[in-house]
C-alpha cells in the first residue's frame, strides 16, 4: 500500500484542529462544531477501513511507514498490528461521541476545547501507531498537554490541584521512562522497536528497564498506590475530558504493557508477575471498598476504573492466551462503558449542577429513557453475561486461573463488590421516590444525547453476545506476543542449565 | 421449532418493552401470545421426545473464541430441558395471563411484562445450554430479571433494598460456580457438558492443592458447583435473599421464587450428576445442607403471619427435599418433585395473590379470616394446593415427596437414614404450617379492621383460570407422569442422568408408606383445632417459650448475623481505605507530601539569600573551615 493511511489517520485530527483555529469564528460555534465532527468521524470511518483491510491471519506489523526524522538518530516508524488496531478504532470511535457531548455541556471557548480534543486524538493515535520508541514517548507525554488544558480550563472548582496532581504523576513516571529508551539507545544502537524486538535486550538489563517502564505506565493505567491522581482529575475534568481519560487516556498505558514489558523485557516481566499480581488485586479489592463508600458519581466511577483496570493488569501478566485476550477485551469494554458511564453523569450534571448521590434519587420517576439506559451500563460495568464487561472479565479470570488459582479466586470477590457498589449507586441514584423539585423539573434526555448514549449501548451488547470480530483481530499478534515470551523463558532456562 | 420456544419469549420481551407508545392492551396481547405459543411448541417438543427421542444440539453461533476456550450459543435438547422448557414455558404463560389482571391497574404494565417475557428467556437459554457458560449466561440473566422485578415498585425502599439483596446474595453463589467453572476448564480444557462428562471418570483419583491442602478435583469442582446452587435455590446460609424477594408482585413470586429461578440449582446439580456422581463427600454436603434447609426454613413458617412470607419459607423447605433427593442420589425423583412442586406452589403463590388482591393489598393473615364465602373459588383452589404441597394422598406432592423419603431410607446409608427422618419431621411440620395458612385466612372470626367484609371480592376470571389449570395440575400430574419419571422401568432419562448405583423404589416396609399421609391426615384437626378452636393453647406455648418463638420470628437471627459480620465490616472497612489511605498516606506522603516540601525547602533557600554581604561572607567562611579541617583530618 503506498497511501500513507497511518499518517493520514494521525494527523487528520490535527489538520481539523487547525483549521478551526484558523477560521477562527468566535460567536459562531456551530461551525467549529461542524468541522471538529466531519474530521473525526472521517477519521472513524478511515480507521474502520483500516481494520477491514487489516490482514488478520499475520502476525508481524502491517501499514509500515518509515521516514528518517533526525537522520541516522530517530527514524519516523509507524506500524499496526492487531493490538494496535483495536485501540486505533476505539480512540477514533469515541472521539466523535466525545465532541457530541460538547455542545451542550462546554460554556466557555468551545472552539479551543475542540482544538484541544482534536490534537489529543491526534496524539493518542500516534501513540498507538509508532514502532519506534523515541517517537511513541514524544506523542505518549504529548499527550499530556491537551488533557491537562482541558481539565485546567474547563475543569471544576479544585481544577489547578488535580491537574497539577494528574501532571506531576504522570510526568514523574515517564521521565524513568526516558532515562530507559535513552539507554536502550545507547546500548543497542537503536530505538527501532522492530529491531530490537530482533535484537533482545540482555537479560541482565532487562530488570532495571522493565522497572523504568512500568514507573511510567503504572502511573497512567493507574495502579495501586499511585491511582489517587485519577478520581481528583475525573472529578475535576469536563464530561468530554472524563470520557477521553477514561476510555482511552488508561488505555494508552495497558498497551504499553503489552507492546513494551512484555515485548522488550519477556524476562523482566515474568520476574515481577508476582509484584504487578499483587498491585492488581489490591487495586481490585481496595479501590472497590473504596468506591463503595464514595459520595461522588463521578469519584465512584472513577475508582471502579481502577479497578477494572486492575483486571487488565492482572490479565496482560498472566501470559496465556485467554488472560491476554481478555485483558485486551476489557480494555474495550471498560473503553465503552466508562465512557457511558460518564456521559450519563454529565447528562446529570448538566441539568442539576450536581453530581453528589445524595441529591438525587427517584430519577427513573422524571426520566424514564435516561435511566433505562443507565442501569443498562451498569449492568455492563458490573459484568452481566450479555455485556462485553462479562467476556473481559471472564477471559482475565479463567487466564488468572491458570496461571495462579489464589490471585483469580481473590480478585473474583472484586466481582461481587462491583455490583455492591455499582447496584447500590443505581438504587441511590434512580430508584426510589422523590418529590425533591430538583429531580421533578428535569427534561428527560434529547435525541442528540440518547442517540450517542444508544451508539454505546449497542456496542456493549453486540460484542458481548458476538465478540467475535474483536477476538479474532488480535488472536495472532497475541499468540505471537506469548510465543516470544515463551521462547525468551525456553532460552533462559538452558541458559542456566 | 427449537429455536422458536426459545426466541418467542425475547421477541415478546423486546416488542413489548419498546412498543409502550402503542397501549397497553396491545403489549400485553403480544408478551402473551409469544409465551403461550412458546409453551405449546415446548409441549409438543417434551412429547415428541418422548415419543420419537428427537433429542438434539442445534448450534445459533459461536460465542467465544479464545486459544482453546471455546463457548458456543446453543440449544441443547434432551430429557432434562425438554421437561425443563415445558415447566418453564408453561408456568410462565399462565403467569402472564394472571398478571394481566392482578397487574390491571399499574402504569406500568408493558414493563412488567416486558420483564417477566425476558426472565423467561434467561431461563430457557439456563436450561438449553450445552455448556457451563451459556447456563452462566443464563443463570445470571435470571438473576437480573429476578432483581428487576422485585425492585419493580422502584418507589418502595423496601422493594430496591430487596432487589439488591437479592442480587448481591446471588452473585456470592454466582461467585462459586463461576470458581467451579475455571477449575473445571483448567483440568478438563473445556466447558462443554458433554466433553467434561466423558473426562470425568478420568480424573477421579486426581489431587489438587487448594489453599495448602490436598483435595479430590472432583469433590472441588463439586463442592463449587453447589455453592452456586446454594445461591439460586435460596439454601442455608444463602437463603436471606428469598423472603425479601416477596417485594416484588406475586405473579413474580410464583413464576420466578416459586416454580423456576430458584429451582435452577436442581436443575445444574442434576445436569451435573456424571461429576456429583463421583464425589460421595459433595454428595452428602448437599444433603446435609438441604436437610438442614428444609427443617429451618419450615420452622420459621410455623411463625410468620406475612402469607408470601410463609409461602416463601415454604418453597425455601421443599428446595431442601429436592437437594437432599440429589445429595442422596435420587435425581429423577428430585426432578418430579421439582415438576409436581411448580404446579402447586405456582398455584399457592397465584392464590395467595387473590387473596391479597380480595383484601385489597393486605398481606397479614392475622388481618384475614371468616371470608371463605366471599371468595369461595380461591379458597377451594387454595386447599387444592394446600392439600397437594402436604402431600394428601393421591395428589401430585404425595407422590414425589413420599418417594423422595422412600428413597433415601432405601439407600440405606447414615446420611439416608437421618434424612428420612428429618423428611418424614419436615412433612409433619410443612403440614401444620399450611393448614394454619389455611384456616388463619378463610376461616375463624374476620378479623381485619381497615377493610368491611363486603368490600373484599372474589377476582376477576382472568386470574380464577390460570389458577384452576394449575390446580388440575397439583392434582393429577403426580398420578400421570409418575411412572415416567420414576417409574422402575422408565427409560425416559436416557442419558442425560447418570447412576452409579440405582435403587429401585421396591419392597419399601409398609410403615414407611404409611407413616407420612398418617401424619399429615392428623396435621389437619390438630391445626384446627389450634388455630381457630382453641387459640389460647398456643398462646401459652408461646408465653411460655418467648425466647424460642422470638429466634423463629426473626429468622434465627441470621440476617442481624451477616449486617454484623460482613456489610457493616465492609463499609467501614470502605471508608477507612478511602479516608486513611487514600487521602491520608498516599496523598499526604505522595504528591502533597512532595509539594510541600519543595515549598519548605525553598522558603528556606530564599531566606538564605539575604543580600547583605556579611551573610555570605559569613557562609563562605563556613565552608572554607569545613573544607579545611576535612583536608587536616585526612
Request: some cysteine; aromatic content about 16%.
Amino acid at each position: 500500500m503506498d497511501f500513507p493511511i497511518l499518517s493520514a489517520i494521525i494527523f487528520l485530527p490535527f489538520l481539523g484542529a487547525l483549521f478551526i483555529f484558523l477560521s477562527g469564528h468566535k460567536d459562531e460555534n456551530k461551525s467549529a462544531i461542524y468541522i471538529a465532527l466531519f474530521t473525526s468521524i472521517a477519521n472513524f470511518l478511515l480507521t474502520l477501513f483500516l481494520w477491514q483491510s487489516f490482514d488478520k491471519s499475520y502476525s508481524g506489523f502491517q501499514f509500515i511507514e518509515e521516514k528518517n526524522w533526525i537522520s541516522g538518530f530517530i527514524k519516523f516508524k509507524l506500524g499496526i498490528d492487531g493490538i494496535s488496531t483495536l485501540f486505533i478504532v476505539l480512540t477514533a470511535f469515541i472521539t466523535p461521541i466525545c465532541i457530541v457531548s460538547c455542545i451542550n455541556s462546554v460554556k466557555k471557548r468551545l472552539n479551543e476545547f475542540l482544538i484541544a480534543i482534536l490534537i489529543l486524538e491526534t496524539f493518542i493515535l500516534g501513540v498507538f501507531c509508532s514502532l519506534d520508541l523515541i517517537v511513541f514517548y514524544l506523542f505518549f507525554e504529548a499527550g499530556l498537554i491537551p488533557m491537562f488544558l482541558i481539565i485546567g480550563v474547563w475543569g471544576g472548582p479544585r481544577r489547578i490541584y488535580s491537574a497539577y496532581k494528574f501532571f506531576l504523576f504522570t510526568l514523574l513516571g515517564s521521565v524513568l521512562m526516558l532515562a530507559a529508551i535513552i539507554f536502550i539507545y545507547w546500548s543497542i544502537g537503536t530505538t527501532d522497536y522492530t529491531e530490537i524486538y530482533k535484537i533482545k535486550i540482555p537479560q541482565e538489563y532487562q530488570y532495571i528497564l522493565w522497572l523504568a517502564f512500568f514507573s511510567s505506565f503504572a502511573v497512567k493505567t493507574p495502579m495501586w498506590p499511585v491511582h489517587t491522581w485519577l478520581p481528583d482529575a475525573h472529578v475535576e475534568a469536563p464530561t468530554a475530558g472524563s470520557v477521553i481519560l477514561a476510555a482511552i487516556l488508561l488505555k494508552m498505558a495497558g498497551y504499553g504493557f503489552i507492546r513494551f514489558s512484555l515485548g522488550m523485557f519477556p524476562i523482566a516481566s515474568d520476574f515481577f508477575t508476582p509484584l504487578v499480581f499483587t498491585l492488581s488485586i489490591i487495586a481490585i479489592i481496595y479501590t472497590s471498598l473504596v468506591a463503595l463508600m464514595q459520595e461522588d458519581l463521578k469519584k465512584l466511577i472513577a475508582y471502579s476504573s481502577v479497578a477494572h483496570m486492575g483486571f487488565v493488569t492482572l490479565g496482560i501478566f498472566t501470559f496465556n492466551k485467554q488472560g491476554i485476550e481478555g485483558s485486551m477485551f476489557q480494555m474495550i469494554s471498560h473503553g465503552i462503558i466508562s465512557a457511558a458511564l460518564f456521559l450519563c453523569v454529565g447528562v446529570l450534571y448538566d441539568r442539576t449542577s450536581s453530581r453528589m448521590i445524595k441529591n438525587f434519587g427517584g430519577v427513573v420517576n422524571y426520566l424514564p429513557n435516561f435511566s433505562f439506559i443507565f442501569i443498562i451500563f451498569v449492568l455492563g460495568a458490573l459484568g452481566l453475561p450479555g455485556t462485553t464487561g462479562f467476556v473481559g472479565e471472564f477471559l482475565v479470570l479463567i487466564g488468572a486461573f491458570k496461571s495462579n488459582y489464589l490471585v483469580a479466586i481473590l480478585a473474583s470477590t472484586g466481582v461481587v463488590l462491583c455490583a455492591a457498589y455499582m447496584l447500590w449507586m443505581a438504587k441511590r441514584v434512580v430508584f426510589g421516590d422523590t418529590n425533591k423539585t430538583t429531580i421533578s423539573s428535569l427534561k428527560d434526555i434529547n435525541y442528540l444525547e440518547s442517540s450517542v448514549l444508544i451508539i454505546l449501548c449497542l456496542a456493549t451488547i453486540i460484542f458481548g453476545f458476538y465478540p467475535e470480530p474483536l477476538l479474532n483481530t488480535m488472536d495472532v499478534s497475541v499468540t505471537g506476543i506469548i510465543n516470544n515470551h515463551n521462547n525468551e523463558l525456553a532460552i533462559k532456562l538452558t541458559n542456566n542449565n | 421449532m427449537e429455536y422458536a420456544v426459545i426466541f418467542l419469549p425475547l421477541l415478546g420481551s423486546i416488542v413489548t418493552y419498546f412498543a409502550k407508545s402503542i397501549g397497553t392492551l396491545f403489549s400485553q396481547i403480544f408478551s402473551c401470545s409469544m409465551i403461550f405459543l412458546s409453551a405449546v411448541l415446548s409441549c409438543f417438543i417434551f412429547y415428541e421426545g418422548i415419543i420419537n427421542k428427537t433429542y438434539g444440539n442445534y448450534l445459533i453461533f459461536e460465542w467465544i473464541n479464545s486459544g482453546n476456550f471455546i463457548v458456543n450459543w446453543s440449544i441443547n435438547i434432551d430429557p432434562l430441558s425438554s421437561i425443563m422448557i415445558v415447566i418453564v414455558t408453561s408456568v410462565s404463560a399462565l403467569v402472564h395471563i394472571y398478571s394481566v389482571g392482578y397487574m390491571s391497574k399499574d402504569p406500568h404494565k408493558p414493563r412488567f411484562m416486558s420483564y417477566l417475557s425476558l426472565f423467561t428467556f434467561s431461563m430457557l437459554c439456563l436450561v438449553v445450554s450445552d455448556n457451563f457458560l451459556q447456563l452462566f449466561f443464563g443463570w445470571e440473566g435470571v438473576g437480573l430479571c429476578s432483581y428487576l422485578l422485585i425492585g419493580f415498585w422502584f418507589k418502595r425502599e423496601t422493594a430496591n433494598n430487596a432487589a439488591i439483596k437479592a442480587f448481591l446474595v446471588n452473585r456470592v453463589g454466582d461467585f462459586g460456580l463461576a470458581i467451579g467453572i475455571f477449575l473445571i476448564f483448567l483440568f478438563f480444557g473445556t466447558v462443554n457438558f458433554n466433553e467434561v462428562f466423558l473426562l470425568v471418570p478420568e480424573f477421579t483419583q486426581t489431587n489438587f492443592n487448594f489453599f495448602g491442602g490436598e483435595f479430590n478435583i472432583i469433590t472441588l469442582i463439586c463442592v463449587f458447583l453447589f455453592i452456586g446452587a446454594m445461591g439460586k435455590s435460596a439454601q442455608f446460609f444463602l437463603h436471606t435473599w428469598l423472603p425479601d424477594a416477596m417485594e416484588g408482585p406475586t405473579p413474580v413470586s410464583a413464576l420466578i421464587h416459586a416454580a423456576t429461578m430458584v429451582t435452577a440449582g436442581v436443575f445444574l446439580i442434576v445436569k451435573c450428576s456424571p461429576i456429583f456422581e463421583y464425589s460421595q463427600f459433595a454428595l452428602n454436603l448437599i444433603a446435609i445442607i438441604g436437610m438442614i434447609t428444609a427443617i429451618f426454613a419450615a420452622s420459621i413458617a410455623l411463625v410468620q403471619n406475612d402469607i408470601k412470607k410463609i409461602i416463601a419459607y415454604s418453597t425455601c423447605s421443599q428446595l431442601g427435599y429436592m437437594f437432599f433427593a440429589t445429595g442422596v442420589g435420587a435425581y429423577h425423583i428430585a426432578m418430579f418433585h421439582l415438576f409436581t412442586h411448580a404446579f402447586f406452589k405456582a398455584l399457592l403463590f397465584l392464590g395467595a395473590g387473590s387473596v391479597i388482591h380480595a383484601f385489597h393489598d393486605e398481606q397479614d393473615i392475622t388481618k384475614m379470616g371468616g371470608v371463605w364465602k366471599k371468595i369461595p373459588y380461591t379458597m377451594i383452589l387454595m386447599l387444592i394446593g394446600t392439600l397437594a404441597l402436604t402431600g394428601f394422598p393421591f395428589l401430585s406432592g404425595f407422590y414425589s415427596k413420599d418417594a423422595i423419603i422412600e428413597f433415601a431410607y432405601l439407600k440405606n446409608s447414615v446420611t439416608g437414614n437421618y434424612v428420612s427422618s428429618v423428611g418424614i419431621l419436615t412433612a409433619f411440620l410443612t403440614a401444620i404450617y399450611s393448614w394454619r395458612l389455611f384456616f388463619k385466612t378463610f376461616f375463624g372470626d374476620y378479623n381485619n379492621k381497615t377493610i368491611p367484609i363486603n368490600k373484599t371480592h372474589e377476582s376477576p376470571l382472568i386470574m380464577i383460570i390460570p389458577l384452576i389449570i394449575l390446580a388440575i395440575g397439583a392434582l393429577i400430574a403426580g398420578y400421570i407422569f409418575k411412572e415416567l419419571f420414576i417409574g422402575n422401568t422408565s427409560s425416559f432419562w436416557g442419558d442425560s442422568i447418570l447412576f452409579l448405583e440405582f435403587i429401585k423404589l421396591e419392597n419399601i416396609p409398609l410403615w414407611l408408606i404409611l407413616i407420612t399421609p398418617v401424619l399429615i391426615l392428623i396435621a389437619i384437626p390438630i391445626s384446627y383445632y389450634l388455630f381457630i378452636i382453641n387459640k389460647n393453647i398456643l398462646e401459652g406455648v408461646k408465653n411460655s417459650n418467648l425466647p424460642l418463638y422470638k429466634f423463629l420470628l426473626n429468622k434465627w437471627y441470621i440476617d442481624d448475623i451477616y449486617n454484623y459480620i460482613f456489610i457493616e465490616p465492609l463499609k467501614k472497612l470502605g471508608l477507612f481505605f478511602w479516608k486513611k489511605g487514600d487521602l491520608n498516606t498516599i496523598d499526604r506522603y505522595g504528591p502533597d507530601g512532595i509539594s510541600k516540601l519543595i515549598k519548605f525547602i525553598s522558603n528556606k533557600a530564599v531566606q538564605f539569600q539575604s543580600g547583605y554581604i556579611y551573610d555570605y561572607a559569613f557562609v563562605m567562611l563556613i565552608g572554607l573551615s569545613a573544607l579545611i579541617t576535612y583536608l587536616i583530618l585526612n
